[in-house]
């Protein structure tokens, strides 16, 4: 299942502090379009500014960017200021899966005008966008389908999970064929854990924990330590079992980074996805924008039906702001303004992947996180790192370079179903204990989780 907490309405729930989860079928969406699939909607506009490419806009947005004498964009006001000087909350929404959502506590003005559900539109990083039309297109009503039977589909991403770990799995399991509890058992369980990548810290703290359990627990059977085992790494992990929040800030704003390859892009569309499925709007900076085909790549992302007929029904929307060939923190200042000014739920930037090594790119991400600040004064609420589970230790090393340049606020850890080994949460829980918001375990939409300590302590295991 796949989870996140959005917030409970100021009616129903005073308290900031309130949130409901919205939790996710693995077999997504019930609905589906009556019409062809709508596709991509193409440049109808010439570009407004020199480099940027297929324009499609619905809705002004406002010219957006003053900039200092350092050529950084000049502060904005804050939600609460806009929101303060703004008209009322727009009405509740309810969510599918029979989840009440409700308007952010801080609510922007309503979209100006609102795109048929699901349909991905791109907007250019604008200097001048080209004026709304006057009517929005004409709303195709969806007809219910039956939601197709899933197949057992959280067995299947959970067996995904272990088959992806069962290099690990395997060898750690093998220690527990032994007759009985001796040192043998506990120095082979060391190597086990070491080569898992767990690392020294987190390997000596598990054995530490499990010698003590299998003490008060007084078990004599090799099999019976496995399954405190499995306790004693549920527990260490469980610092990194957290929800991602929606709906604290309008919008809340979402930096996304990490090395080349990561999975940053195909995450994003993954979580874009199941947030449209809430009815979210989204709105994507795609500041790698010397990628030639980044904003296709989330927009293909953002509008895949995956093979289910899927297509977002109700309120929920996506929209992406690239130039290409622009400046990244530009561009992402500039879908923070836009993101504010439309009234979205959610603002996403996907940015160029780089080496923590790379000390002028690291530079660069800096600066992007300093301008959402100014854009948005209580932004970047989520600052959010995307790495490969298949690179072992140095999983724990860009954790930890990442996290020293930028303070990142939560993981997504992907390829899980590969040849991962695993153990590395078990460092980073021990020296970086960072969220983990969300595991990857496959190239499909439902391969987005919400990470478990017990569940992924269980599938280290099997
Ligand atoms: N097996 C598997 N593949 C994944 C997973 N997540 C992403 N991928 C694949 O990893 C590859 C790279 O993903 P991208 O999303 O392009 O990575 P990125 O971090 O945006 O890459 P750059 O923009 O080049 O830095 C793609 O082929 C994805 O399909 C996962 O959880 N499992």
Redesign the pocket.
Request: no cysteine.
């Given at each position: 299942m796949f989870s996140f907490f959005k917030k409970k309405p100021a009616t129903e729930a005073e308290s900031a502090s309130v949130f409901t989860e919205v939790a996710f079928a693995d077999a997504l969406p019930k609905v589906a379009p009556t019409g062809p699939e709508r596709p991509l909607q193409e440049a109808s506009t010439p570009p407004s500014a020199p480099g940027a490419t297929g324009v499609q806009t619905q809705v002004p947005v406002p010219e957006l960017t003053q900039r200092d004498g350092a050529g950084e964009p000049l502060a904005q006001p804050s939600c609460d200021q806009v929101a303060a000087s703004e008209g009322p909350a727009a009405p509740p929404v309810t969510l599918p899966l029979g989840v009440e959502s409700l308007p952010p506590a801080v609510s922007g003005p309503a979209p100006i005008a609102m795109t048929p559900p699901a349909s991905v539109a791109l907007v250019t990083s604008m200097e001048e966008p080209p004026p709304a039309p006057a009517t929005p297109p004409p709303m195709v009503p969806p007809s219910i389908h039956p939601a197709p039977k899933p197949e057992t589909p959280r067995a299947g991403w959970l067996a995904r999970l272990s088959a992806g770990l069962r290099k690990t799995g395997s060898s750690l399991a093998g220690v527990f064929s032994r007759t009985k509890i001796d040192d043998a058992l506990y120095e082979e369980l060391e190597e086990a854990l070491l080569m898992a990548d767990a690392g020294v810290k987190a390997t000596e703290q598990l054995l530490d924990d499990l010698k003590r359990r299998v003490r008060e627990a007084r078990v004599t059977e090799p099999q019976a330590v496995k399954a405190l085992l499995v306790d004693a790494i549920a527990e260490l992990l469980r610092p990194l079992e957290r929800p991602l929040e929606i709906g604290r800030h309008a919008p809340t704003v979402m930096m996304v980074v990490?090395?080349?390859?990561?999975?940053?892009?195909?995450?994003i569309g993954k979580l874009t996805r199941h947030l449209l499925e809430a009815e979210q709007k989204v709105l994507m900076a795609a500041a790698?924008t010397f990628?030639a085909a980044?904003r296709e790549?989330l927009a293909v992302w953002a509008q895949r039906a995956d093979g289910s007929g899927v297509q977002a029904a109700g309120a929920g929307w996506v929209d992406i702001v690239s130039q290409q060939g622009g400046d990244p923190a530009a561009v992402t200042f500039d879908a923070v303004v836009a993101g504010k000014a439309r009234g979205c739920d959610v603002v996403i930037a996907?940015t160029?992947?780089r080496l923590p090594t790379q000390l002028h790119l690291m530079e660069e991400l800096k600066k992007i996180k300093r301008v959402i600040t100014k854009a948005q004064l209580d932004a970047p609420h989520e600052v959010l790192l995307?790495v490969d589970g298949n690179t072992g230790q140095n999983a724990l090393t860009q954790v930890k370079a990442f996290d020293d340049a930028l303070q990142l606020t939560g993981l997504i850890v992907?390829?899980?179903?590969?040849t991962a080994k695993g153990g590395v949460l078990a460092a980073i829980a021990r020296e970086r204990p960072i969220p983990v918001y969300f595991i990857?375990?496959?190239?499909k939409l439902e391969?987005?989780q919400t990470f478990s300590a017990r569940e992924f302590a269980q599938a280290l295991l099997s």
């Open positions: 990490g090395v080349n390859g990561a999975g940053k892009t195909t995450s790698d990628r980044a790549q996907d160029a992947g995307v992907t390829k899980l179903d590969g990857g375990v496959g190239e391969d987005l």
